[in-house]
């Protein structure tokens, strides 16, 4: 039997996509929701891909903040108004559609028959209204009804078959759609088709900003049928890490290392059948981690890069002809026919580059300049900004990527990006290449409205890629860089935005991730002109970093306080910092301990009683973790005794250093005396929120070690429900505290599992 789920009732309506109309899951996604996200309450919701597979095949539970949003008096009318207009259309038949899920809802023996009459209140469907209405209903009840998961298990895929398995609702990725303008690079196309066919590795290279990556894309897309997979993965710097970021059903791991190893060993197992782009492959190989690997790949992989691949098989991406090119600009500029000699003239003076002519089409659209004053402008530009690249071709006696560069910088000039506008795109340089929620965000540099974000859209400055998220084209971020300089001052409105959130690093953000990236970006990319505020800023990231084991973040700013511990305080904290990475990140406790008691040389509770009392609690916990319960005492009651005396015990660091001193109590049979601490902590935290989940999961832990079953169970229960709820977006973290939990509850015939309670 079916049961009428949300995956259930999601297939049938995608299932009936007409053709000509088909739609990717994250689009369908957002036609489906787009009252909630464009509601206050959808501010900070961040829609990934892999989340909305998991829910779209049936492995995560839709985000209760969705069916909150929609169960609310009035919202599900918001939801019917968006099929009827978003979603019909899109169907070729869509009465048939309405009655697949009547069926399947009136099969499913698990719903009653009073709710099954309530739900089809609107069938049989007469119009679109009722069509919207009805499957707006079932949608909700398919959201808000107990979720039973689907099982999916990668390893099944594992196929010693001439062809590779179909992996589409395994691996969760996009390949982007090129954009609606593409035009021309017919020739390109089937020559990149044939040279794939007798080479397993393209490298697909050409100067920045000249077409590589829609090419790219225009190819998955022209020849999708020849292959059973394609995957698209966007390179960012590091290509274990990239291989680690790949989405699978079945992942459960949040080490990066075993992840690699899990996904490059199932990426080996797909055939010639399957093709994977490698988007802004920028590197130089030789000492990239992770390359060697991916070339032992049997399947075929398409690199897009600036790079020189001598070795290996390359095609380079030129200018496209003239006419082209006018082409292109007629899709943004609608005097094109009428002007066309100017806009020729226009192009030609840009030397035919791709990025450069659709910005002056652009320009001219939005009435900024006429093209005989544009093309004067541009006849203006200097050579007065010079950049490396890596693909050194000499056109007409000038290296082509400085002219590039000149004539985008000019045409940046003349849109005149200054004010509000250039504040963004200044804070833009630091948003990863997947891009960012536009109105996070906005919430980040404290814009009053969206205005000057969409103007920037508009001059193609700032693009909107196929997550929905706003992102920079590495050139343009190359050029604001260098003429913007984007320091840690100038940027001090959109820093302070993080860091406010940062100092909250008890509370679970449904976006830390991409605020880390965020991060990162700041600590690799802004000038440093103002040191103090820059030290705390990255200070506080790493505790935040910390609650998440975010490896790389952590090992970076590890990396920048080396070269600024300029005092006791700021070594101390630097080998408390090295400890966390050593424990949270490679396990290896004695090393954590060595750098932890190192840091205990050095601090003054006199000077800093916060620091104090967090490297005497870590030093305690490591000791308690070695079974040397004599110094665990020790150095627990000495960052107790600092926290309550001096009434710091309720911020996010204190109450996790209270919980450590607790089950140290309780381990010394004295759990009364750590119930006490643990329970006068949930006094002053937030009900529902990661700290109070962490009470409660050691209050719990230590009324089992009492042999009190009956009061433990319900503590435990209720934690790992509200770690359920906070982490329902990210399953694998729900399954290592469930993971965590049964080690702790084993030896008293329980099972963690059970605890999570089905709602």
Known sequence: ???????????????????????????????????????????????????????????????????????????IEAMAIDIEQNILPLLYDKFMAAEELYHILMNDTTVSANLKSELTENYPCNNDIDLSNFISRVLLFTMSRTFIKHDVKTKELLSTGALSPIVKDYIYDIVPKPCRHFCGRETDLENIHELLKENDKIFLTGVAGIGKSELAKMYAEKYKKEYTNILYLRYGGNLKQMIADCDFADDTETDADSRFERHSRFLKSLKEDTLIIIDNFDIVPTPESGFDDIMQYRCKILFTTRCRFSEYTEFEALEMPQSTLVGLAGKFYDKTEQKIEIVTQIINEVHRHTLSAELAARLLACGILKPKKLLAELKKSKSILQSEDKINIVKDGRNRKATYYEHIHRLMYIAGLDGECGEILKCMTFVPDEGINPRLFARWLNLKNLNSLNRLIEYGTIKRNELHKIVLHPLIREITLDDKKPSISNCGIFIAGIHNLCLMHGADLPYHNTMFKVIENIILLAEKDDMDKYKIFIKDAFAYMEKYAYQSGMKLIISELETMAHNNDDRALLFDYKSAYEHICNQNISAALEYELQAVNLCDENTNLNLAANIYANTGG???????????????????YILTE??????????????????????????????????????????????????????GIIYLQMDDKANAVPYLKRALNIYAEIYEDEPELTQRKISELQDAVSAYGIKAQNLISEN
């Open 1 to 75: 039997m079916r049961i009428c789920d949300f995956c259930t009732a999601a297939k049938i309506i995608l299932d009936f996509v007409a053709v000509g109309k088909s739609i990717s899951q994250l689009d369908f996604m957002y036609d489906l929701f787009k009252d909630f996200i464009e509601s206050d309450e959808g501010l900070d919701f961040d829609f990934d891909n892999g989340l909305v597979c998991r829910w779209l095949n049936g492995t995560a539970k839709i985000s209760s903040r969705l069916t909150s949003y929609y169960s609310a008096n009035g919202n």
């Open 622 to 640: 490591l000791y308690h973790a070695t079974g040397d319960m004599l110094n665990a005492k020790i150095y627990m009651e000495k960052a107790y």
């Open 646 to 699: 001096n009434n710091l015990q309720y911020t996010a660091d204190s109450i996790a250093q209270i919980c450590n001193y607790a089950n140290l109590a309780a381990n010394l049979s004295e759990p009364e005396k750590a119930i006490m601490a643990l329970k006068k902590c949930t006094e002053y935290t937030e009900e529902n929120s990661g700290i109070y989940a962490e009470l409660l999961w050691n209050t």
